[in-house]
């Protein structure tokens, strides 16, 4: 079992910045990737970065290229999302998601934390 919560979401002004948390809890261990989505209202949720355990790999969504930053500590069970000039069209529920190490699907996810960005 693994949980997952994400917290660090609120309200931002248009081009500003935000920093997301999710703390891993349970059988941690056999975590491989974890990763962020996000959905917003009538859209299906999206992929936006994802990085490996290891920190050997990462990878994220063209749209947020060269504006958010994802990152981990392994000692505290935590990953992050660094959020650059947010626009308002990236108003979303944003979910913290975690792989196995022998799975091809996402096996965890947390509730979500809403991010709103206002113009």
């Known amino acids: 079992q693994v949980q997952l919560v994400e917290s660090g979401g609120g309200l931002v002004q248009a081009g500003g910045s935000l920093s997301l948390s999710c703390a891993a809890s349970?059988?941690?261990?056999?975590?491989?990737?974890m990763g962020w989505f996000r959905q917003s209202p009538g859209k299906e949720r999206e992929f936006v970065a994802a990085?490996?355990?290891?920190?050997?790999?990462?990878s994220y969504a063209d749209s947020v290229k060269g504006r958010f930053t994802i990152s981990g500590d392994n000692a505290k069970n935590t990953l992050y999302l660094h959020m650059d000039k947010l626009n308002p069209e990236e108003t979303a529920v944003y979910y913290c998601?975690?792989?196995?190490?022998?799975?091809?699907?996402?096996?965890?996810w947390g509730q979500g934390t809403q991010v709103t960005i206002s113009s």
């Open positions: 990085l490996s355990r290891s920190g050997d790999w990462k």
């Open positions: 349970g059988r941690t261990f056999n975590i491989y990737i």
């Open positions: 998601a975690a792989k196995a190490g022998s799975s091809v699907k996402w096996d965890y």
